[in-house]
Structures are given as C-alpha cells and as structure tokens.
C-alpha cells in the first residue's frame, strides 16, 4: 500500500512519516502536549525519526497493522490520528498541536477515521486515556463512544507515578 488520504469538512488525512519530522517534532518532544501520553514525549529527535520511519514502513506493507495520519489544516500540519488494529479491533489515538486545541479537530479527524474504516468492514474500536484527560474522553464521548472500563497501572512516559485509565469503545 502506498497511502491514501483521508478529506473531511475541514482537515486533510494524509500518511504521516519522515517527511514530517519537524513539525511532529513540535508536538512530540513538549512536555505540555505528552503529558497524559504512553509513548510520549520523545526523548529527543532521534527518537522520533525512528518512529517515523516505523510508520513510513508499515504504510509500505500490502497490509498495514496500524495506519498513522498527519492533519493538515490549511496545509499546516496540526497534529496526528492513528488507528492500530489487534484481532480485528482498531485502537484510536490522538494528538493535537496545542495552539489548536478546542476547534473540534481532533473529533473531526477521528470522526473521519472511523468513517472511512467502517466502510472497510471494521465495526469495533476503542480507545484509552487517562482519568484525567478531559480533553482526550470528551473526544471519544463526543464520536458516540461508550466508557467500558476504569483500570489503574497506567504508565504515562512523564509521569513519576502511575496513574488511572478509563477505556472507551464504539461498535459501528
Ligand atoms: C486530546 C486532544 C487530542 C483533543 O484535541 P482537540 O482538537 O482540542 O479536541 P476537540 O476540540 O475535538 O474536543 C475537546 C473537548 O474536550 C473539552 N475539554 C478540553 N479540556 C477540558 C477541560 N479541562 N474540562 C472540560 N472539558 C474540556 C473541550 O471543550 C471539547 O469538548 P466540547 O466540544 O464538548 O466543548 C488534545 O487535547 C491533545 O492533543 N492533547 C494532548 C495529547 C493527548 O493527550 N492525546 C490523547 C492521548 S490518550
């Protein structure tokens, strides 16, 4: 598979990859913008890059596991959407450069996202965060998706302690 794009009212979906590393560098090494995140931040560009070129690799496969999207508003790359499938289940993921917080482009994208692989057949996703991420679980009520579970052991990258989770899912 060589990507495709995913267009909804406002943002462009695009195949996210090397060719992005400074603006998702902007995003992923900032603490403010990682702090509830497994994965992230990235210690350093280096770290990135490698991920990177994971994604640019996946993208290449007939059948991708997971699929990684830029989002371009405007032609600025705001932020990413993933989704990663295990067992037919696809999980979601979300960031969004912090001036663009609040605009709804992060239910939009993902909006989009779920759009697109349902129409590929795929009915069941689902999606974590912390218990404290407001912004994250107001996203995942807001696409219709049902909280299904609260479960501690959360490691966010940054945090010197564990945390909670909840864990949503949404069956289409
Ligand atoms: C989570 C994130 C992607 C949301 O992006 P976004 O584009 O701002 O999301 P949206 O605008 O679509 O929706 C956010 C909702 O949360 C609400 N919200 C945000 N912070 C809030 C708070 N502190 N208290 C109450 N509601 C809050 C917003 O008002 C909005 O809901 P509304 O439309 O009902 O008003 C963004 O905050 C982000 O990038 N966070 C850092 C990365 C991250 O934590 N990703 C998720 C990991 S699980």
């Known amino acids: ?29 900032d603490y ?29 496969k007939d059948s991708p596991g997971f699929y990684e999207f830029a989002l371009l508003y405007a032609n600025d790359h705001i932020g990413s959407v993933s989704v990663y499938f295990e067992n037919g289940v696809g999980e979601l993921g979300w960031i969004i450069k912090r001036k663009y917080w609040g605009n709804g482009f992060a239910t939009e994208a993902a909006k989009g996202l779920v759009d697109h692989f349902s129409k590929w057949g795929h009915r069941r996703f689902i999606a974590h965060c912390d218990t404290e991420n407001i912004a994250s679980f107001r996203v995942m009520e807001k696409l219709g998706m049902t909280r299904t579970g609260k479960s501690g052991g959360r490691k966010n990258r940054a945090a010197t302690e564990e945390s909670f989770e909840y864990q949503y899912e949404l069956e289409v």
């Open 1 to 29: 598979m060589n990507g495709f794009q995913i267009v909804t009212e406002r943002l462009v979906l695009t195949p996210l990859g090397t060719a992005y590393l400074d603006s998702v560098n902007e995003y992923a090494l």
């Open 32 to 60: 403010e913008n990682t702090r509830y995140m497994c994965h992230l931040p990235k210690q350093d560009s280096d770290e990135t890059l490698s991920f990177l070129k994971d994604v640019d690799a996946e993208w290449q």
